[in-house]
């Protein structure tokens, strides 16, 4: 402290500082958006700077001190209620995120390699991938082959001991979603640790089940939910007796994020999913403190940067006060965030693209304050991933905590005036959908009356339409594609050979165990699973007890659900990429020119000098080329009388003209009518979208139709595809 502020005197260069700054006056809200006006010339102020999100949010060119007065949430600190701020008052300071990379190797040996590997190079957590036949809790043997060997085949206690072989459980923490239950999964981790002498105590993680984003993606449960929910309250009881860390509910936002949900749908349905699981282990005995301790939360990340800030933080606020209004203490109110770069927003073509957006999503999630992350490999759309693909997601896990330091500051995002109010607004507009969802039964309710499925529809179908008139880009895709690119190598899997050669270790294993004790301890587990409460713990010790004799995950299902009721049936959630549609486009051309041997030549009529038609001809090439087209090019012509001959000459059956807007009145209707009267079938573009009264000359003369910015160019594609019999 200088001399001069003692005595209550302002330091010279602040004074200095004060004179610069009056000669400059403070503008007003109201002066600037005058001047921005004055900038615009005459373009309309609101269209031009607000932007709409598929949110129904309005997003202002600037945010204010102003647009955050009267939100609480602002003066609260990190790790303090509501928790908007990250759920400890060190933030990353003193516990990093977890580098959680997904492995999906269907080997156990294969799958044990990568992981180590990950581990040796990084990553600080297992996240275990299986199959649908684990998850559901059926044998190799037994299971339909589709089920089998899209991620890790489990069956035994032999694979789980083959793909954790030398993975210390104690100090690496595992995240596992394990489908409608975790009874069997669990026990099989659990058995693992009790056979290689690990303390249970110090294991920290998810073996998560979550029947109602299983019944959201496939349709249909195994069992009906009541029985699922009876098999969740005696792990969760279990977890709890014993002491543990783990934590075996998990409630996941991808389903909805991947059908092509808001922001706002999959945190309201993310919400109303865990009210329901607190609901149901209530009526089952479970204490609302214990309960919500052992959830944990996944969320789909997407490319929106503060939308995706903004919902995990208001994720954590509305969780708190959900708690809390249950009763729960200040402890069970934080949400533990596990996240994921989107799965929906990768695309097959120019897939080294994909490296960008995992970058810009994986920093969303990390100034959002996410406990554990998976980075997606940048060719998941289109093959497993291999070794370059494992590196280079979790090297992007490690660059943004030791090169970019995001380790700090602790909530980097809180005091924007931006991020504060789109938290503010993203939390009340998730909090009408959850109260409506509620209102309407819960969510298991509304699922079957197909009500989140049918929003979530006409928010995808938006995104699609952005898509198709190109207002939204995929680079690479719908803009920009590469069409010298050379396709990922995809090795083939024979899924049926692979189910073979399972099933016969499978049925070696099973005569190596002691086939006498292993039925007694499955016998144990029936009588426990018929007489036992709701809250039935010692169903738990049974199944890990039948595991440890030799019982596989299928005797384990058997024993745990005999006479099981029907199951509950609801509209599938619609799981697919934003590229979709523009994928298929292009997919239909390659497969024409491997079945014909050509392609669709597209003769692009240049007239003048090149930098007479130069934008345009570019324009036109990039807007054909997202069909996978062949565009013949030119230097341009000077006659109309030149051009039109190299039209009719060239062989294409559709043709272009490019020129400027000035020029057209004069060219367009001598050149439409030369090439039409020769070539009556060809279809002829013009480049540039002119005054309705010159559409209508340039109609009569010939043209077909105009490609411009606001064409929508999926629906011209897909009908010169289907003109040709490309579709």
Request: charged content about 25%; glycine content about 6%.
């Amino acid at each position: 402290m200088t001399k001069e502020v003692v005595e209550g005197k302002q330091p010279v260069g602040e004074e200095k500082q004060d004179r610069f700054f009056a000669e400059f006056p403070y503008p007003t809200y109201e002066e600037w958006r005058a001047e921005s006006e004055k900038a615009l010339k005459g373009a309309n102020w609101e269209k031009t700077l607000l932007t709409k999100t598929y949110e129904d949010i309005q997003l202002q060119p600037m945010y204010r001190m102003e647009d955050i007065e009267g939100i609480t949430h602002c003066d609260s600190a990190p790790g303090s209620y509501p928790f908007v701020r990250g759920t400890s008052p060190t933030g990353y300071l003193t516990k990093p995120w977890e580098i959680c990379q997904e492995c999906d190797e269907p080997l156990a040996s294969a799958f044990h390699d990568v992981v180590l590997h990950e581990l040796n190079k990084g990553g600080t957590a297992v996240n275990m991938v299986v199959d649908k036949a684990s998850k559901l809790g059926i044998d190799v043997d037994k299971s339909d082959a589709a089920f089998v060997g899209k991620g890790l085949s489990v069956s035994t206690l032999e694979d789980i001991q083959q793909a954790l072989s030398g993975i210390n459980l104690e100090k690496t923490p595992l995240f596992l979603s394990a489908g409608p239950s975790s009874v069997q999964l669990s026990s099989l981790i659990i058995a693992f640790m009790k056979a290689n002498g690990q303390d249970l105590h110090k294991f920290t993680g998810c073996i998560g089940a979550d029947p109602l984003a299983y019944l959201s993606v496939e349709g249909e449960l195994p069992i009906a939910l009541t029985q699922l929910y009876d098999e969740m309250s005696a792990t969760v009881a279990w977890v709890a007796e014993n002491g543990l860390n783990l934590k075996p509910i998990l409630v996941q936002g991808q389903p909805y994020h991947d059908s092509g949900a808001s922001a706002i749908q999959e945190l309201a349905y993310v919400l109303a999913t865990g009210v329901e699981y607190l609901r149901n282990l209530a009526d089952r005995g479970i204490a609302i403190d214990t309960a919500a301790k052992q959830m944990y939360f996944s969320f789909s990340v997407g490319t929106n940067f503060f939308m995706e800030i903004a919902k995990i933080r208001a994720a954590r606020m509305l969780w708190a006060q959900i708690v809390e209004a249950f009763g729960g203490s200040e402890d069970a109110q934080k949400m533990h965030i596990h996240a994921r770069t989107s799965a929906f927003t990768k695309s097959v073509y120019d897939p080294y693209v994909n490296m960008l957006r995992t970058t810009t999503e994986a920093f969303s999630a990390v100034v959002g304050g996410v406990d554990s992350l998976h980075v997606g490999y940048f060719d998941e759309a289109i093959r497993p991933a291999d070794t370059f693909s494992h590196r280079i997601s979790r090297n992007n896990q490690i660059m943004l905590q030791r090169e970019c330091n995001l380790l700090q500051p602790v909530d980097p995002a809180g005091g924007s005036w931006y991020v504060e109010k789109l938290t503010n607004t993203v939390a009340q507009k998730a909090w009408d959908l959850f109260q409506e969802t509620e209102a309407a039964g819960g969510i298991t309710k509304a699922l079957e009356q197909n009500v989140p499925q049918q929003k979530i529809k006409a928010v995808a179908k938006n995104r699609a339409d952005g898509l198709t008139k190109r207002k939204d880009v995929i680079l690479g895709t719908n803009m920009y594609p590469n069409l010298i690119e050379k396709p990922l190598d995809v090795q083939p899997f024979d899924y049926q050979a692979f189910m073979q050669q399972r099933s016969k270790d499978l049925a070696s294993y099973r005569e190596d165990i002691d086939e006498v004790e292993c039925l007694t301890q499955l016998s144990g587990l029936k009588d426990k699973s018929k007489t036992a409460s709701h809250t039935g713990s010692a169903i738990i010790d049974a199944a890990i007890q039948s595991v440890l004799s030799g019982a596989t995950v299928g005797e384990l299902t058997a024993a745990l659900r005999q006479g099981a009721s029907a199951s509950l049936v609801v509209p599938p959630l619609d799981i697919h990429r934003a590229d979709r549609e523009y994928c298929q486009l292009r997919k239909n051309t390659e497969s024409y020119v491997a079945r014909t041997g050509k392609n669709l030549d597209i003769f692009l009529a240049n007239m003048g000098k090149i930098p007479q038609h130069k934008a345009r001809a570019d324009f036109v090439t990039g807007f054909l080329e997202v069909g996978a087209f062949k565009i013949l090019k030119n230097d341009g012509f000077l006659t109309v009388e030149e051009a039109a001959q190299a039209a009719i000459e060239s062989g294409a059956s559709v043709a272009v003209i490019c020129s400027t807007d000035a020029t057209y009145p004069e060219l367009v209707p001598p050149l439409a009518k030369l090439i039409k009267e020769a070539k009556p079938e060809m279809t002829l573009f013009l480049a540039g979208l002119p005054p309705e009264d010159l559409q209508k000359v340039y109609k009569e003369a010939g043209v077909d139709d105009f490609i411009h910015v606001r064409a929508n160019c999926y629906q011209m594609l897909s009908k010169l595809q289907k003109e040709r019999g490309i579709q």
